[in-house]
T-cell receptor, first 113, second 110 residues
Framework: SQTIHQWPATLVQPVGSPLSLECTVE??????LYWYRQAAGRGLQLLFY??????ISSEVPQNLSASRPQDRQFILSSKKLLLSDSGFYLC????????????FGSGTQLSVL | KNEVEQSPQNLTAQEGEFITINCSYS?????LHWLQQHPGGGIVSLFM???GKKKHGRLIATINIQEKHSSLHITASHPRDSAVYIC????????????FGTGTSLTVIP
């Protein structure tokens, strides 16, 4: 069966520090991978999605970046965090094709102080 | 403008009540998803449907493609149903993306 792992669960970082959130998927090949951010009281905002190794599409201009060094690994990074980067970050995957289910990781609560 | 609109935003119910959450969308879709997010933050997929109705335990999801509308019903609600319920759609013209509603926060009081 397929599983998705995301870590860390919580993170407190000072402004200006770097960020690295990691997500790995098991039990499937060539998944579509996503990074979402959920601000308090708001819906899910797509940050990045990837359809293959090294293929990253960015939806929102910001100081965050994403990388997919391996088929089932998706990393969200920043060189210098801003206060506005605080939020709940979710990694997700879906199989390739129309109308596929979306599976989420357990999320990372990031607080930038 | 949101492609997916949910109502109500917040809902409080007494245990045992029948609950309905509504979702309207404005784009052509290949599927509609109902998701559940518990206070811990994790999100699980409840239903994925493209027509008709699906039932799982006390949960029922319906969709009307012509009217671009879906409902999630919970029968005999229980405090453990307290969560945020999110409607999402897989648009026909993107292939890889999903549009999300802002969620309905449900609290079921014992």
């Amino acid at each position: 069966s397929q599983t998705i792992h995301q870590w860390p669960a919580t993170l407190v970082q000072p402004v200006g520090s770097p960020l690295s959130l990691e997500c790995t998927v098991e039990g499937t090949s060539n998944p579509n991978l996503y990074w979402y951010r959920q601000a308090a009281g708001r819906g899910l905002q797509l940050l990045f999605y990837s359809v293959g190794i090294g293929q990253i599409s960015s939806e929102v201009p910001q100081n965050l970046s994403a990388s997919r060094p391996q088929d089932r690994q998706f990393i969200l990074s920043s060189k210098k965090l801003l206060l506005s980067d605080s939020g709940f970050y979710l990694c997700a995957w879906s199989a390739v094709g129309l109308g596929e289910k979306l599976f989420f990781g357990s999320g990372t609560q990031l607080s930038v102080l | 403008k949101n492609e997916v609109e949910q109502s109500p935003q917040n809902l409080t119910a007494q245990e045992g009540e029948f609950i309905t959450i509504n979702c309207s969308y404005s784009v052509g879709i290949s599927a509609l998803h109902w998701l559940q997010q518990h206070p811990g933050g994790g999100i699980v997929s409840l239903f994925m449907l493209s027509s008709g109705k699906k039932k799982h335990g006390r949960l029922i999801a319906t969709i009307n493609i012509q009217e671009k509308h879906s409902s999630l019903h919970i029968t005999a609600s229980h405090p453990r149903d307290s969560a945020v319920y999110i409607c999402a759609v897989s648009p026909l013209n993107t292939g890889n993306q999903f549009y999300f509603g802002t969620g309905t926060s449900l609290t079921v009081i014992p």
